[in-house]
């Protein structure tokens, strides 16, 4: 196979490796969750999908030009523990949100009324926001190390544009699952959501986590 070809080869590896893996629901669906809890706009929403995807892809790049540079078993062992590793954050991060949910659920029936100082002061919006975007960072797709090991023989230039067409790829089909799950999200709507969203979408999270755990076990 000669340069043109392989670098066409890949380069479509690339991007239906990008997409289709974003299908999982550990990459859209944490996301949404929390968007639909915070009641996010559906422009936050959209740029907390890509900032999520962008931390995801780039640490899978890099795996893979490390794995380039020293070697492909130890740096593709490393991204498969990271990956065995997400499903548990994944699940001490949805505990901890419907705790954090009930605890707000409790104030709120007790005084009538949403502590706003309090969680201006807090903040909880922009913890959740980097709480996914490192949890996503530690969560790589390891399907890329073998694309970039095979693009060995390509130009600096053409391994470049193989990986941008994984990032984009990757962070267009997030953003895309993501601001559709919003839009569905929407029609959920009552004094119910406001009281126990964060509640739920904590539990919606605990339920993904696990699903990733026992998919990776």
Not at 101 to 117: D, M, P, Q, T, Y
Request: proline letters at 3%.
């Amino acid at each position: 196979m000669n340069t043109t070809s392989l670098f066409a080869s890949l380069a479509v590896a690339a991007i239906t490796v990008g997409s289709l893996h974003s299908l999982a629901p550990d990459h859209w669906v944490p996301i949404a969750a929390v968007a639909r809890a915070r009641g996010w706009s559906r422009g936050r929403t959209a740029r907390v999908a890509f900032l999520c995807g962008l931390g995801h892809v780039t640490v899978s790049v890099l795996l893979g030009l490390l794995a380039l540079a020293f070697g492909t078993q130890l740096f593709r062992s490393l991204g498969e523990r990271m990956v065995s590793v997400a499903g548990l954050l994944l699940i001490g991060f949805g505990v901890a949100y419907a705790v954090w949910g009930l605890r707000g659920a409790f104030v709120h029936r007790i005084h009538g009324h949403r502590h706003h100082h309090y969680d201006h002061v807090h903040d909880p919006s922009r913890i959740s926001t980097w709480s996914l975007f490192l949890i996503y960072c530690a969560d790589p797709c390891v399907a890329v190390i073998p694309i970039l090991f095979a693009a060995a023989p390509l130009s600096a230039a053409e391994t470049i544009t193989i990986v941008v067409a994984y990032e984009v790829a990757t962070i267009g089909a997030m953003v895309a699952l993501v601001a559709l799950a919003h839009s569905g999200a929407q029609l959920f709507k009552g004094k119910w959501i406001e009281r126990y969203g964060d509640t739920a979408a904590g539990a919606l999270i605990v339920a993904t986590g696990i699903l990733v755990a026992v998919l990776d076990w």
